[in-house]
């Protein structure tokens, strides 16, 4: 069968082989949380379904739209980013991760969940209009439940620079309303809330003082971010009261 590559990514070859995608393999965590989502019937992420002949991973192609530019970004849109993230936390009930789990990174703060982490705009599929599927997992790790809603924020509700969201058509207004209804959509206790934007502040800083940049992010704007979140935490915080 032919293959076609995939765009979006920005860490690693990823092609189409009929109704399959191929990529390099995901660490054990990831391939053990996408079987357990198989075994729930959680339809909001691929299934794993082995390794080709070249060694590359195997899963299950997700039908839909990738967001890429100009993004989705209504209200409806926000709100669906929330119900999804929920919905994949939820259906992680009884998962027990894997000791030698192999996770890309350690995200900081006591895991409650396996968060995706990397909810970048081309990473979640659109159907029918709303986000319905989250792929590219291979970031993914035990995380708090803030933590991947405050990154989840930084791409859906704007919470990063302007220049940015001009780039991929997120609109500029309204980021505290955003940020706000991504919170009631996932169903973000008002404890967590109130760390919200501490804790995206922290996982900012400490990305920069570790020094790995991928892909599409490097040091600079990494910086940039964290200053507009510094800079605008006050006003933001007043939203999440």
């Not at 900081?108 to 081309?122: K, N, R, S």
Request: proline share 7%; glycine share 10%.
């Amino acid at each position: 069968m032919s293959e076609t590559p995939l765009a979006g990514g920005d860490m690693n070859v990823v092609v189409r082989v009929g109704d399959t995608v191929r990529r390099p393999p995901e660490p054990p965590g990831v391939r053990a949380l996408l079987q357990w989502y198989e075994q729930v019937g959680f339809d909001g992420a691929p299934r794993y379904l082995g390794v080709d002949e070249q060694g590359r991973e195997v899963l299950s192609f997700v039908e839909g739209d990738p967001a890429f530019a100009p993004v989705p970004s209504s209200d409806d849109v926000v709100a669906g980013i929330g119900r999804l993230l929920r919905r994949a936390h939820d259906a992680q009930a009884g998962f027990v991760p894997p000791a030698d789990g192999g996770w890309v990174q350690r995200a900081e703060g006591e895991p409650e969940v396996v968060g995706h982490l990397d909810l970048f705009w081309t990473n979640v599929v659109f159907r029918d209009g709303l986000p319905g599927a989250l792929i590219d997992w291979e970031i993914a790790a035990p995380a708090p439940r803030v933590l991947e809603v405050a990154l989840a924020a930084t791409y859906w509700a704007g919470i990063r620079i302007d220049e940015q969201l001009v780039e991929w058509g997120i609109p500029l207004e309204r980021r505290g309303e955003r940020l706000r209804l991504l919170c009631d959509a996932y169903g973000l206790d008002a404890g967590r809330r109130g760390s919200l934007l501490d804790v995206l502040i922290d996982h900012r800083r400490r990305r920069l003082a570790r020094g790995a940049f991928r892909g599409t992010a490097p040091r600079s704007l990494i910086l940039a971010n964290l200053r507009w979140t510094e800079e605008h935490a006050a006003e933001l915080a007043t939203f999440l009261a």
